[in-house]
Nanobody, 111 residues
Framework: QVQLVESGGGLVQPGGSLRLSCAASGRTLDWYAIGWFHQAPGKERELVASITSGGSTWYADSVKGRFTISRDNAKNTMYLQMNSLNPEDTAVYYC?????WGQGTQVTVSS
């Protein structure tokens, strides 16, 4: 069993930044790919960024150049640095590892 707990969401103005964290417990995730998803109201959950165990990253076109995914295996934690946020980034953000999901953290971009 793996527990994932996200934190770091909140309200930010357009152009601002947030850093999301996802702390894992119950199993070491060193060997697994992990990802961040978001789900806006009325829309499907979609992958935003992922990182493999070897550190290779993938980003959705909508966030490329603005978001950075990273992991700290020593802390069993993954991060999503989000810069130049815009209102279209407003969503609940979830981390995922294996088949496990966190509870989500709300990100709202508004002036």
């Amino acid at each position: 069993q793996v527990q994932l707990v996200e934190s770091g969401g909140g309200l930010v103005q357009p152009g601002g930044s947030l850093r999301l964290s996802c702390a894992a417990s119950g199993r070491t995730l060193d060997w697994y790919a992990i990802g961040w998803f978001h789900q806006a109201p009325g829309k499907e959950r979609e992958l935003v960024a992922s990182i493999t165990s070897g550190g290779s990253t993938w980003y959705a076109d909508s966030v490329k150049g603005r978001f950075t995914i990273s992991r700290d295996n020593a802390k069993n934690t993954m991060y999503l640095q989000m810069n130049s946020l815009n209102p279209e980034d407003t969503a609940v953000y979830y981390c995922r590892a294996l088949t496990y999901w966190g509870q989500g953290t709300q990100v709202t971009v508004s002036s």
